[in-house]
């Protein structure tokens, strides 16, 4: 489970790393990052409304949620990260989804 301080929830800081933020994507997730003065990492997460009704998109979040809770067990760059996911994501496995994020999260570092 995440806390409160790992979590992006304002609209503002939304936009912000959007818009100012670089961005790196697959098949089932875009990512916006940048980077933040705090001693961690902190994760927004927003799965759009066109993918199904809230219930579903609920869904995903919890599963993404558990996704970037393993990746944060082993890695901190205190960084603000904005993670969108793609249809392409609904589409797999809980294992495929974790898996394609931590490529997507160590392929950003190279």
């Known amino acids: 489970m995440l806390k409160k ?3 992006v929830k304002k ?3 939304f936009n912000d790393i959007i818009k100012t933020g670089k961005v790196f994507k697959n ?5 916006y990052y940048k980077d ?3 001693e961690h990492d902190r ?3 927003t799965v759009g409304t066109k ?3 809230a219930v579903f998109r609920n869904k995903y979040k919890r599963k993404v949620r558990a996704v970037v809770f393993e990746y944060m067990k082993n890695n901190q760059k205190k960084q603000d990260y904005i993670i969108l996911l793609r249809k392409g994501a609904t589409l797999v496995s809980f294992e495929e989804l974790q898996n394609s994020f931590n ?3 160590m392929g950003k570092e190279k």
Request: charged letters at 20%; proline letters at 0%; glycine letters at 8%.
């Open 11 to 13: 609209k503002i800081e």
């Open 5 to 7: 301080d790992y979590i």
């Open 36 to 38: 933040n003065n705090l």
């Open 103 to 105: 490529k997507l999260m």
């Open 51 to 53: 993918l199904g009704n």
């Open 27 to 31: 098949k089932m997730f875009v990512i």
């Open 43 to 45: 994760f927004g997460i």
